[in-house]
């Protein structure tokens, strides 16, 4: 209830709805649940954004543009595949993309300086960030993984994230701590919790996903080691084959991993062999 406008905060700021959308939503809020005085701040709140609104024009900044490239792109490259040529299932997953993407491509975003104001008038608001430091680490971490990635995710320095990732643990949340990684993905956060966390239970699939996601924040050579270094060779095969899949590794990457297991007599020279094939043929 109270996490109305923080929610309405984060979406707009991380633009998945434009000022449209929430001056529309700041009207739903039933102010009965608020005091006085908050009841008034929100309605001073919804007024400051229709004026700034009412006099500042939107503008399709660089953000923007990216955006609509991306759907053209995907769109042309849609338009180039031959419908006869496909089963009904993929057909019908093509049409739903492509009507989705048009969809998309029609919803207008905030840009230039309408953004940037409402962004400043979001952010810098007493109420709103009165509730957002009500929340504590476990809903913090439910609050920003709600969404797989933003672009803006709450400024938090190592130690509080560390502080998230441990919660995540304690609650063995492991889609939520994959998707805190791919939140602060390129914002110079250590992983090296969640990395371990994957392997200390052994889950190859969080564990390949998250090499996927972040592998550029990654110590890529330390956590080859950390996988062979496990001596579970079921585990360590199946990391392998599903990072081989879904291409997070080199073919170098791969075959030093199983001279690795080879080396500490783990993995035998002729599971060595037959694993190798396996893969070139995959290839």
Do not use: C
Not at 144 to 160: A, C, E, F, R, W
Not at 192 to 197: A, N, R, V
Not at 219 to 246: A, M, P, S
């Amino acid at each position: 209830m109270f996490m109305d406008l923080v929610n309405l905060m984060y979406r707009y700021i991380n633009k998945f709805i434009n000022s449209d959308k929430l001056i529309e939503e700041l009207k739903k809020i039933n102010l009965h649940n608020y005091s006085l005085e908050e009841q008034e701040q929100i309605k001073k709140l919804n007024k400051d954004i229709q004026n700034i609104k009412d006099n500042v024009s939107n503008e399709v900044d660089d953000i923007e543009r990216k955006r609509l490239a991306s759907i053209n792109h995907l769109l042309e490259v849609f338009e180039q595949i031959k419908d006869e040529e496909l089963d009904l299932k993929s057909k019908e997953f093509l049409n739903k993309r492509r009507e989705s993407l048009k969809k998309e491509k029609e919803v207008v975003r905030d840009g230039g300086l309408l953004y940037q104001n409402i962004f400043e008038l979001l952010t810098n608001n007493g109420l709103i960030n009165k509730y957002a430091r009500k929340m504590n680490d476990l809903e913090l971490l439910e609050f920003i993984t709600k969404y797989i990635s933003v672009p803006m995710p709450p400024v938090l320095n190592q130690d509080g994230f560390n502080d998230l990732v441990l919660v995540g643990i304690k609650n063995d949340m492991r889609e939520a701590l994959w998707r805190l990684a791919f939140n602060y993905n390129h914002k110079e956060k250590d992983f090296t919790l969640i990395e371990d966390y994957f392997l200390q239970v052994k889950d190859y699939y969080y564990l390949t996903e998250l090499i996927s996601a972040v592998e550029e924040d990654l110590d890529k050579d330390r956590l080859l080691k950390k996988i062979i270094y496990t001596h579970d060779k079921e585990f360590i095969i199946n990391v392998v084959k599903d990072g081989d899949q879904i291409g997070i590794f080199s073919k170098d990457e791969v075959t030093k991993m199983i001279h690795m297991g080879v080396e500490i007599n783990l993995i035998t020279f002729k599971e060595k062999e037959k694993l190798l094939k396996e893969l070139d043929k995959d290839n």
